[in-house]
């Protein structure tokens, strides 16, 4: 199998409890030299999103904050909380 020679416009990472984050550092600077435009730092257990773009400082959307997908998906918004799992209630 064969890698696509062309990279996406947009990459959804998503942070599981697990992950590394030298891992999706690295994740990261491959996709900045690809040239990706937008990718999307999903981290449900903190309850992020977090924005990268080409060329700018990343920029962290809490959950009643919107996430906007410019310049790859113009038109597109949602807000953050509505893409993270639902808040579990401890039963104390």
């Known amino acids: 199998m064969r890698?696509?020679?062309i990279a996406p416009d947009l990459v959804v990472e998503v942070i599981s409890p697990n992950d590394r984050i030298y891992k999706?550092?690295?994740?990261?600077?491959?996709?900045r030299k690809a040239?990706?435009?937008?990718?999307?730092?999903v981290n449900p257990k903190f309850r992020f999103i977090r924005v990268h773009r080409?060329?700018?400082?990343?920029?962290?959307?809490?959950?009643?904050d919107?996430?906007?997908?410019d310049p790859v998906?113009?038109?597109?918004?949602?807000?953050?909380?509505?893409l993270l799992p639902p808040v579990?209630?401890?039963?104390?």
């Open 3 to 5: 890698h696509v020679p």
């Open 24 to 31: 999706f550092e690295k994740k990261l600077m491959d996709y």
């Open 35 to 41: 040239g990706i435009a937008l990718v999307w730092e």
């Open 54 to 64: 080409l060329n700018r400082a990343a920029e962290r959307l809490e959950e009643n």
């Open 66 to 69: 919107t996430l906007n997908g």
């Open 73 to 82: 998906l113009p038109g597109f918004s949602v807000i953050v909380r509505e």
């Open 88 to 92: 579990e209630h401890s039963k104390d």
